[in-house]
């Protein structure tokens, strides 16, 4: 099944304790993003990757990095979780980087992370 | 400051009826035009889109509008089902190589049977 997976979907954890959320697909999309949900706020992109080694910033990725070193997984890491970064976070996936009908982006579950 | 408005952040209709979620936006090299839906606890799924260089794109019970003049698109379900209940991301880019997805906050469509 095509699918975008994320781990872990939930976490609690406190501040400073470096973590990552890992993003994998088994579509072969080459491009691949972070998004951020919060109440009042809606969906803003962190980072997102254009293939394999290729990553920019995205709205808001101040206290993220991420990493691509492989076309099937895009990691999300909080190096110093701090408690504004308590969120919703999702990653997607697209076959190519565009926007075409045919070419949406396919999101994955989501993790709820809680910054104590 | 926010590039795509979504300023109903609920809408509720009755099934059957035509539901119509709206959506603003302030950049005027905005290109691309996507909705997408979310229901709890999902991730958001596409729903449609549209570019600049349309008015309209229809898909089945889905129609988007957009308006360059006026910095406005508007998505219409007709008719609506209690299943469209969810909530309805607008979003924006200033290429097709999507580089940068700008999303309003959403806004959540009720639909009573």
């Known amino acids: 099944e095509a699918q975008v997976t994320q781990n872990p979907r939930y976490l609690i954890t406190v501040t400073g304790k470096k973590l990552t959320v890992t993003c994998s697909q088994n579509?072969?999309?080459?491009?691949m993003s972070w998004y951020r949900q919060d109440p009042g706020l809606g969906l803003r992109q962190i980072y997102y990757?254009?293939?394999?080694?290729?990553?920019d910033k995205g709205d808001v990725p101040e206290g993220y990095k991420v990493s691509r070193k492989e076309k099937r997984n895009f990691p999300l890491i909080l190096e110093s979780p701090s408690p504004n970064q308590t969120s919703l976070y999702f990653c997607?996936?697209?076959?190519?980087?565009?926007?075409?009908?045919?070419?949406?982006?396919?999101f994955g579950p989501g993790t709820r992370l809680t910054v104590l | 400051d926010q590039q795509v408005k979504q300023n109903s952040p609920s809408l509720s209709v009755q099934e059957g009826r035509i539901s119509i979620l709206n959506c603003d936006y302030t950049?005027?090299?905005?290109?691309?035009f996507l909705w997408y839906k979310k229901y709890p606890a999902e991730g958001p799924t596409f729903l449609i889109s549209?570019?600049?260089?349309?008015d309209k794109n229809e898909d089945g019970r889905f129609t988007v509008f957009l308006n360059k003049s006026a910095k406005h698109l508007s998505l219409h379900i007709v008719p609506s089902q209690p299943g469209d209940s969810a909530v309805y991301f607008c979003?924006?880019?200033?290429?097709?190589?999507?580089?940068?997805?700008?999303f309003g906050k959403g806004t959540t469509l009720s639909v009573s049977s």
């Open positions: 549209i570019s600049s260089i349309k």
């Open positions: 997607a996936s697209s076959l190519l980087p565009g926007l075409a009908v045919y070419n949406e982006q396919f």
């Open positions: 990757s254009m293939n394999v080694e290729v990553t």
């Open positions: 979003a924006a880019s200033v290429d097709q190589a999507g580089t940068a997805l700008i």
């Open positions: 950049n005027s090299m905005f290109d691309y």
């Open positions: 579509m072969n999309h080459e491009y």
